[in-house]
Structure formats: C-alpha cells, structure tokens
C-alpha cells in the first residue's frame, strides 16, 4: 500500500492506475483505518491532482479510492477536510466530463464524501444542488448538455443518497417542489434505470415528511393569500394536487406491459399507504435487523460502492455500525479447539420492521406482516432458528463456518 501510494505521482499513467488499483483493492478486503488515517493527505491531494492530467480511467480510479478513504475513516475531522478539499474539484470535473465511467464514479465519490464528511446542512445542500444542476440543467442555459440515461440515473441515486442524511423541514420550499415536479416527469422516462431512480427518489422524499413540510408552507402561504383577500384556494391543495398526479403516472405505468408487475404493485403501496417497497433482512454472523426506506438506500449504494468488501466492513467497520445500529457480536471461546465462535444473545436479536403511521390500524397488514405462515417475521425467526442449530452442531463437533450471506 505503501509502495502504491508513491507511485501515484508516477510519470505513467498505466503505473498510476495499477497502484490506485492496489489501493482500492487493499482498502476493499481490509478496513485499513491506520493507513487511512496516515496517509488520506497524500491520496487525496494526488488523487485529485488526476481529475485534471489523468486518463478517464484514472480519474474513475482515484476517485473511487478517495471514497473507500471517506468510507474507512467515517465522520470526522479527517473526513470534513476531505470534503472540503474534494468539493471544487469534483464539482468542475462534473461540468467538464462526459465519459459515463468518469461521471458515475465522480458523482459517488461527491456524494460518498458529503455524506461522510459534511459538518452540517449547508454543506450537504451545497453538494445536493451541484448534483441537481448535472440533473435538471438551468433550462435558459441553451448549451447545457444532455446526459444518457445511465449518467442520469446515477445522478439521481448519489442525490438521493445524500438526502437521506436530510431532516425534509429543513428544505427549500421552492426547491424541493421543483425537484419532485421533475422527478414526477421522469416516472414515465423510456429507460428503466431512470424510472426506478426517480421512483426511488420520491419514496425517499414521501418517507422524509418533505410533503408535510410543502403542506405547511403551503398552508402558511395560502392562509396569507385569504388575509389579502384572495380565496381561490378552492379547498384543494397544491401538494395535494403533486401527490395525485405522481399517484396517476404510476398508476399509469404500471398499466404498461413492458414494465415488471410485482414491482410496480410494491411502488403503488409506496404511494398510496406509504408502505416501504421491500423489507430487507439482512444476517451477519446470525444478526437480523430490517430497516426503513431510507435505510435500505444506504444500504445499496454503500453495497454498490465497496463492491466485495461489502461484508467484511459490514463485519469490521465502526462507522457502518453506527450507521445502521448493528451490534457487535459477542465472542465466545470454544475450549479445547482454540478458536472463537460467533454468537448472539437473545436480548442482541434484532427484529424491527418498518411499519407506516398509515398501516397500523389496518389488521390485515398486521396479519401479513406478523401473523401469516410466510410473513417477513416468521420467515425471519425460522432463519434465525436454523442459523442457531446449526452453529449449536458446528460447536458440538469444533466445527465453524463462516456465513458469506448478506
């Protein structure tokens, strides 16, 4: 690793590139905080110095090990500076760029570094409104490019990634109706990943209270209209109306025979009675937990971003702990075979599922999710049970085999 680094200001560039692939693959299978700690100065002031000189390849490269460094040292003194120091680069190599390997890999690392690394709203809007600008160009700006679907696509998810760090009363009223006009646009799009993007996106702003914070505004701005002496409010809001007329293109969508059922059933639950589309499960060394909407995000970009080492800074990394509330399972000494087994408390067992305000009075809901044979809960505590026997049997025999399952 060390090696690697210094030969980032190698001459050549393929010698850069394979030291940035060393780094990331070190930084993947390993949580090499020390390192990172050391040493996230040199990377990232070299790595960003290739923005500029570098291949697209190479900027793909170093971007995505500026990230994996973010990702490693969590939140911080460290990670703010390299927020700060990354924001102008990274934003001028967006207006710049074209190629979709360079852009997606820039828009996951602003997004990755604003996330780990911003200190308060501000900063975070800051990053929010330059990835808003690559989305929903200033539509006076007749030079402003387009951008192919998958560059659009990822634009969305990095923005919505950072949303999700985002209190929705905190933002701008005009703003935030503008991004959900445009969003709703994009429901309808021709590619798939731009639908699901922008579906997910407005699932995030439904769950964050973004549309209870507009109907306050709204309220606020209206009651000011009837003071004047303006009452042609009719009675029918207009986050009322937005809400309808994102209801109406899914609805319409999901009349299309190209696009998959199952799924667009789960975004109508999403709309209609503000059900989370899936509930995950996700079993780390016999651990269980489900999240809320906003979880789950995270949980897929983090999961696209560290690739294969996924599981293991799932398993080794204090700030994804933190981050999603995992308990650390506690180790237990296996006499006579000299190693350690992996294994929970009852009291560590968790099992929480996100239940909508809408959904909770609704028995049958409560019966899918809780009562029937093959609700999320019971097929949860079977999988638990069967992980149970089956590492009570491995100790039995001093045996232990290490669960890959995510």
């Not at 390192?35 to 100065?41: D, G, H, I, L, M």
């Not at 793909?60 to 911080?76: K, Y």
């Not at 025979?257 to 509930?279: A, H, I, N, Q, Y």
């Not at 006579?336 to 929970?344: A, D, F, I, W």
């Amino acid at each position: 690793m060390d090696k690697a680094l210094d030969s980032l200001s190698h001459k050549r560039g393929p010698v850069r590139e394979e030291a940035l692939c060393s780094i990331i693959t070190g930084s993947t299978v390993k949580v090499q905080v020390q390192f990172a700690e050391k040493n996230f100065v040199t990377l990232v002031y070299r790595s960003l110095a290739l923005l500029k000189k570098g291949s697209p390849k190479e900027v793909s490269l170093a971007t995505q090990a500026i990230a994996l460094f973010a990702i490693t040292l969590g939140p911080g003194g460290n990670t703010h500076e390299i927020y700060k120091d990354s924001l102008p680069p990274l934003s001028q190599a967006l207006e710049s760029g074209s190629e979709l390997s360079k852009i997606s890999s820039i828009l996951d690392c602003l997004a990755i570094v604003t996330f780990v690394g911003a200190k308060d709203f501000e900063e975070t809007e800051k990053s929010m409104q330059i990835i808003w600008k690559l989305i929903q160009p200033v539509a006076l700006n007749v030079n402003a490019r387009k951008h192919s679907p998958a560059i659009l696509a990822a634009a969305i998810s990095a923005w919505s990634f950072i949303l999700t760090t985002v209190d929705g009363w905190r933002l701008n009223f005009k703003y935030c109706r503008g991004a959900i006009s445009y969003l709703s646009d994009l429901i309808e799009y021709d590619d798939e990943s731009v639908r699901i993007a922008a579906l997910e996106a407005l699932a995030l702003i439904f769950e964050s209270g973004c549309f209870n914070s507009l109907s306050t505004e709204a309220k606020c701005s209206s009651s000011c209209l009837i003071h004047e002496g303006n009452t042609s409010t009719n009675g029918y809001s207009p986050i009322q109306e937005m809400k309808d007329n994102i209801l109406h293109r899914v609805r319409r969508l999901s009349l299309k025979d190209e696009v998959d059922k199952d799924r667009m059933s789960d975004w109508l639950k999403v709309f209609e009675d503000g059900c989370c589309p899936k509930t995950l499960v996700i079993n780390w060394q016999n651990m269980l937990k489900s999240f809320a909407w906003y979880r789950l995000l995270q949980i897929k970009f983090m999961k696209r971003i560290l690739g294969s080492g996924f599981n293991k800074h799932m398993q080794e990394n204090e700030f994804l702990h933190e981050l999603f509330e995992i308990v650390t399972p506690k180790r237990e000494d296996v006499s006579g075979y000299g190693c350690q087994l992996y294994e929970l408390d009852s009291k560590e067992v968790i099992a929480e599922y996100y239940e909508p305000e809408l959904r909770k009075n609704n028995k049958s809901s409560i019966q899918r999710m809780f009562m029937s044979p093959n609700s999320f809960h019971n097929k949860a505590m079977t999988q638990l049970l069967n992980k149970r026997r089956m590492l009570s049997q491995k100790r039995r025999n001093g045996h232990y085999v290490v669960d890959d399952e995510c």
